[in-house]
Structure formats: C-alpha cells, structure tokens
C-alpha cells in the first residue's frame, strides 16, 4: 500500500529535481526522464499502437518539457504536467494522421513481407512481427483499461507503481486489470505480458533524450517566447459587427476630439489653426497608407486574407493619425502657449475664466481632493495640470488613483497620451499598456511594443501576437517573425501563457474597448458645446 508520505515524498524529489533543473544541472533531468519514461511510453504507446511511433512522442513530450520547465507553477505536480503535455502531443499526432490508433495496425501478412532485415536494439529487443501480434491483442482492449495494462507490465507486474502513476487507487487498477485481461484474446496472454516487459524503455532512452537536448540551460531553453492566435490581438471587433462599427467608432473619436478643440477656440484664428493640423494629419496619413497598402495589399491578397488586411490598414489609420496628430501637438506648443497667455492677459485681466464643467468635492485626503474634475477650460494648457486622487481635466490630470485628460498620469489613466501601470487612450506607457499606439512590459493595441505584446502591429521581446508581428522569441500572426514562429513550440507556450489568456478576453471585448474610448470623448464634446452655445448666446444682441 502506497502511504501518504510516500506520496509527498516522490511530489518533494520531482520538486527538488526540477530546481536543479532549472538552475542547470542536466543530470537532475535525466533522473526525471528516468523517472517517468515508462508512464509517458506507456500513455502513447495506448495511444498509437506503434512502440517507434510512441517513443518518438515520449521524447517530444520531454525535450519540450525541458524548454518549458520554468513556466511550471507547481514542481509537485510534474508528473501531472508532464502527462498534460503527453496527451496533447497524442492527440496533435492523431489529429495531423487523420486516424485512430486501431486503424494503423498491420496484419501479420504485410508485417512478414516487409520486414526490416536491420535488428533493433538489445533493449528493444522485440520483431515487427511480434510488435504486430501484440497490437492485434490489445487494441481490442478500451483505453482506460489498456493504459493501466501496459502500465503494469512494463512496471515489473507492481499495482502498487500503477496507481501511483496513475493517480488511481489500487483497488481501481485492479479491477480494471482484471477486466482487461479478460478481454484479451487468451492464445496471446501469456506473449504479450513478455513482449510489454522486454519493450520498456532503459538506458538508451535517457541516453538520446539527453543528447537531443540544446546546451542552453532549461531556464534560457523555456525563456523562448511565443504568441497567442493568429492574427487574434489584430481585430478590434469580432465578426460582421466589429468590422462595420469599428472605423464608425474611430471616426465618431476623432470628429468628438475635433469638435471639442473647435468649440474652445474663441476666435477664428485659432479655429483655423486647428483645422490646419487636424487637415494636414489626415492628409499626411492617407499619404502614408497611399504608400504602404500596395504591398501590403499583394502578400494577403496572395494567401486568401485580404479580411486581415482590412484590420491592418485600419489599425494603421488610426495609428499613423495619433502620432501625426502628436507631432503636430507637441511642435506647436511653445507657440501656442505664448498665444494664449497673451489671450488671457489681453482678454481676461490674467485671471482664469471658468471652464465649461468644473467640480471639486469638498473632501480631500493628504491635501489633495478626492476628486476634481475640470472640463472644457480654453486656457488649460498653460493652468497647473488637474491634481486629485481622481483627476479629470481637458489638457492634463495628475491622480493617485486615476487620471483622465490630454495627458493623464496615474496608477490608472485614460487619455490622449495616458502613463501609469495600467494606462488606456491613444498613446499609452505603462505596465500594461493598453492602447492605439502601446509601450510597456504587457501591450495591446493596434501598435504594440513591450516584453510580450498583442495588437496588429506587434513588436516584443519575449513575444508577440497579433497581423504583423516581430519577436526575439516567440511570435504567432498572419505575418511572424521570431525564434520560434507560428509552430507547436510557440502554440505551447502560449496556452500556458497569463498575458495570452488575457489578450484573448480583451479581443473579444474589442467593440466594448472603443465605446471605453469613443464614449467619453464624445460627452465632453457635448458638454463644451453646450458652453459654447451658452457663450454666444451672451455675447449676441438679445433680438
């Protein structure tokens, strides 16, 4: 009877073992192999009904755990893990084949007519023919049954080993040892039960696992990156919905910003400078995409996706009109800050107007108020920015929890340009950035560049996921270039993967994400319209 300290025994030596592991030491993963090499035989072994074909999967199943050693959470639950990976490489084999084990089993006649004349290992020490007779036995046998069967031969006949590797109780393997014995063609019992015992894998198994192995350690071997789904991070939408409302958010976000920066200006000067930056981004943009769509056009349209060049050339919209956008902003402002402080002394004695919305709550915590929101104010550039633990200003907001505005600085931001760990608006920098344009160690959005990123136009260091993307280590997208590209490598990782995981949700929440962007730019465009309005109404003659 296997006891409970037995069992925590084994769980603190794979623990153990995989810390030497990782910390390079190869001879600590040639116990592991050793350890579990019989279990994972066995599993594609039933699987397949081939010992070549199972052996080839076995040493996949290790060689990748070797590269992915780091990303195991719970060291005590390697041999969990590593049937984990066994099973998908099974069912990956079965799936590419097209057939169930059962079917790829040869007759006795075209195993003796094709026999190899070379002779397998000592170890191996097993005919194609006698290879033939025992699949013929056992493939009759149902998988639960015959896993624990095969198991239990090649582990010297002990039920004891069986569960334990099986994570079944003893009285469970026997019984399902003596239903699958019964069905077991009797003539052939007593074969099968010697060949399973002479088929299990030794020495030299370890031997090539170990020389297969890249000389990078286990931790520099898994530190190779992957991304998620093709070209999932690239759609900001799913389906027909996401593709018509998509470019219908967009252009309702930058027609609200359009028309708020309109409605602050007070005199026609200003309001033709305006239109100049926004006219001369647009046009610089379609310049742009003019000069980039044709090539583009010609490498999807040549493989069948011209729906994910749509995505790109959208994304690309977008993107190419933030920054246009920002360069103009930025080279303008010094000129723009005398415009106004000769507006405010000329104009308003030098004392600040009220803005469109003001409000501060009368609550405040280390001199700061709890909130303070200040919307639609024409000289807000040149004011100190917004500062509260939840800021809302027009040009620029400082929060400890929050921030919203042009420039919006705080744990969680929202903005023109929003920094912080968590910050989301056009031009984004944090930790995870989520954004049109996107820096940070986590990014998404349509350009994305961080450690690990998401979006239609990616570029990580780790990986990177999404239409056009570019990894050192591991990138899955329509257009991919990494270490490991678009393969079952980069597919294991990421569905391991935390920030995969998320990027996933976040796509399917595409048309949500831009609402999130659209919705508040749109009412405080109304809000500074209204103030507008309210404005002229004062300064016109009452008719």
Same mark, same amino acid.
């Given at each position: 009877?296997?006891?409970?300290?037995?069992?925590?025994?084994?769980?603190?030596?794979?623990?153990?073992?995989?810390?030497?592991?990782?910390?390079?030491n190869r001879d600590a993963f040639s116990q592991i192999v050793t350890?579990?090499?019989?279990?994972?035989?066995?599993?594609?072994?039933?699987?397949?009904?081939?010992?070549?074909?199972?052996?080839?999967?076995?040493?996949?199943?290790?060689?990748?755990?070797?590269?992915?050693?780091?990303?195991?959470?719970?060291?005590?639950?390697?041999?969990?893990?590593?049937?984990?990976?066994?099973?998908?490489?099974?069912?990956?084999?079965?799936?590419?084949?097209?057939?169930?084990?059962?079917?790829?089993?040869?007759?006795?006649?075209?195993?003796?007519?094709?026999?190899?004349?070379?002779?397998?290992?000592?170890?191996?020490?097993?005919?194609?023919?006698?290879?033939?007779?025992?699949?013929?036995?056992?493939?009759?046998?149902?998988?639960?049954?015959?896993?624990?069967?095969?198991?239990?031969?090649?582990?010297?006949?002990?039920?004891?080993?069986?569960?334990?590797?099986?994570?079944?109780?003893?009285?469970?393997?026997?019984?399902?040892?003596?239903?699958?014995?019964?069905?077991?063609?009797?003539?052939?019992?007593?074969?099968?039960?010697?060949?399973?015992?002479?088929?299990?894998?030794?020495?030299?198994?370890?031997?090539?696992?170990?020389?297969?192995?890249?000389?990078?350690?286990?931790?520099?071997?898994?530190?190779?990156?992957?991304?998620?789904?093709?070209?999932?991070?690239?759609?900001?939408?799913?389906?027909?919905?996401?593709?018509?409302?998509?470019?219908?958010?967009?252009?309702?976000?930058?027609?609200?910003?359009?028309?708020?920066?309109?409605?602050?200006?007070?005199?026609?000067?200003?309001?033709?400078?305006?239109?100049?930056?926004?006219?001369?981004?647009?046009?610089?943009?379609?310049?742009?995409?003019?000069?980039?769509?044709?090539?583009?056009?010609?490498?999807?349209?040549?493989?069948?996706?011209?729906?994910?060049?749509?995505?790109?050339?959208?994304?690309?919209?977008?993107?190419?009109?933030?920054?246009?956008?920002a360069v103009y902003v930025i080279a303008t402002l010094g000129r723009?800050?005398?415009?106004?402080?000769?507006?405010?002394?000329?104009?308003?004695?030098?004392?600040?107007?009220?803005?469109?919305?003001?409000?501060?709550?009368?609550?405040?915590?280390?001199?700061?108020?709890?909130?303070?929101?200040?919307?639609?104010?024409?000289?807000?550039?040149?004011?100190?920015?917004?500062?509260?633990?939840?800021?809302?200003?027009?040009?620029?907001?400082?929060?400890?929890? +929050?921030?919203? !505005?042009? @420039?919006?600085?705080?744990?969680? *931001? #929202? $903005? =023109?340009? /929003?920094? %912080?760990?968590?910050?989301? &608006?056009?031009?984004?920098?944090?930790? +995870?950035?989520? !954004?049109? @344009?996107?820096?940070?160690?986590? *990014? #998404? $959005? =349509?350009? /994305?560049? %961080?450690?690990?990123?998401? &979006?239609?136009?990616?570029?990580?260091?780790?990986?990177?996921?999404?239409?056009?993307?570019?990894?050192? *280590? #591991?990138?899955?997208?329509?257009?991919?270039?990494?270490?490991?590209?678009?393969?079952?490598?980069?597919?294991?990782?990421?569905?391991?993967?935390?920030?995969?995981?998320?990027?996933?949700?976040?796509?399917?929440?595409?048309?949500?994400?831009?609402?999130?962007?659209?919705?508040?730019?749109?009412?405080?465009?109304?809000?500074?319209?209204?103030?507008?309005?309210?404005?002229?109404?004062?300064?016109?003659?009452?008719?």
């Open positions: 009877m296997i006891t409970t300290s037995m069992i925590s025994t084994a769980a603190q030596n794979d623990s153990d073992l995989v810390g030497e592991t990782l910390s390079g350890r579990y090499q019989s279990l994972i035989c066995s599993l594609t072994y039933s699987a397949t009904g081939s010992l070549g074909q199972s052996e080839d999967l076995a040493q996949e199943t290790f060689i990748t755990a070797w590269k992915h050693l780091r990303h195991l959470r719970e060291r005590d639950k390697l041999r969990a893990w590593l049937c984990g990976i066994a099973r998908n490489r099974i069912n990956n084999f079965l799936r590419r084949e097209g057939r169930e084990p059962v079917r790829k089993a040869e007759s006795l006649d075209e195993v003796s007519e094709a026999h190899s004349p070379e002779p397998l290992p000592t170890e191996h020490a097993i005919s194609r023919e006698e290879e033939a007779i025992l699949w013929r036995a056992l493939e009759r046998v149902p998988e639960n049954y015959r896993e624990p069967l095969v198991l239990f031969y090649r582990e010297h006949k002990s039920i004891e080993a069986v569960a334990a590797q099986l994570d079944l109780t003893e009285d469970n393997v026997k019984q399902r040892l003596s239903r699958g014995r019964k069905l077991l063609q009797e003539q052939v019992q007593s074969f099968v039960e010697g060949a399973l015992e002479r088929t299990n894998p030794g020495k030299a198994f370890t031997l090539d696992i170990m020389t297969a192995l890249p000389a990078a350690s286990a931790s520099k071997a898994a530190a190779i990156g992957a991304a998620m789904a093709k070209g999932g991070a690239a759609k900001t939408g799913a389906g027909l919905l996401g593709t018509v409302l998509s470019p219908v958010l967009a252009l309702l976000g930058f027609y609200s910003s359009y028309r708020m920066s309109i409605d602050e200006a007070h005199t026609e000067e200003e309001r033709w400078h305006i239109k100049r930056i926004f006219l001369q981004s647009l046009v610089i943009t379609l310049a742009i995409l003019t000069v980039v769509a044709v090539p583009l056009y010609w490498i999807f349209h040549g493989r069948n996706e011209t729906n994910v060049f749509g995505d790109l050339m959208l994304n690309a919209a977008v993107d190419i009109y933030l920054l246009t956008l723009r800050h005398r415009h106004l402080a000769d507006s405010l002394a000329k104009e308003c004695g030098g004392n600040f107007p009220p803005a469109a919305y003001e409000y501060r709550s009368r609550w405040s915590l280390f001199g700061l108020p709890l909130i303070h929101v200040r919307i639609g104010d024409r000289f807000d550039v040149i004011r100190p920015p917004v500062k509260a633990w939840i800021a809302i200003g027009s040009s620029h907001a400082v929060g400890v929890i +929050f921030a919203s !505005g042009g @420039i919006a600085i705080a744990p969680f *931001s #929202f $903005g =023109g340009i /929003a920094i %912080g760990l968590v910050p989301f &608006g056009a031009l984004t920098l944090g930790a +995870f950035s989520l !954004g049109a @344009i996107s820096l940070g160690i986590w *990014s #998404f $959005g =349509g350009m /994305a560049m %961080g450690m690990q990123t998401a &979006g239609a136009v990616g570029i990580g260091w780790e990986s990177a996921q999404g239409g056009l993307v570019m990894a050192h *280590s #591991f990138a899955i997208g329509d257009i991919a270039h990494a270490i490991q590209a678009n393969n079952d490598y980069a597919t294991q990782f990421f569905r391991h993967d935390l920030f995969s995981r998320i990027a996933k949700v976040l796509n399917r929440l595409g048309i949500l994400m831009m609402l999130a962007w659209v919705m508040p730019l749109y009412v405080q465009s109304r809000i500074i319209t209204r103030a507008r309005n309210r404005r002229e109404k004062t300064i016109s003659p009452i008719s």
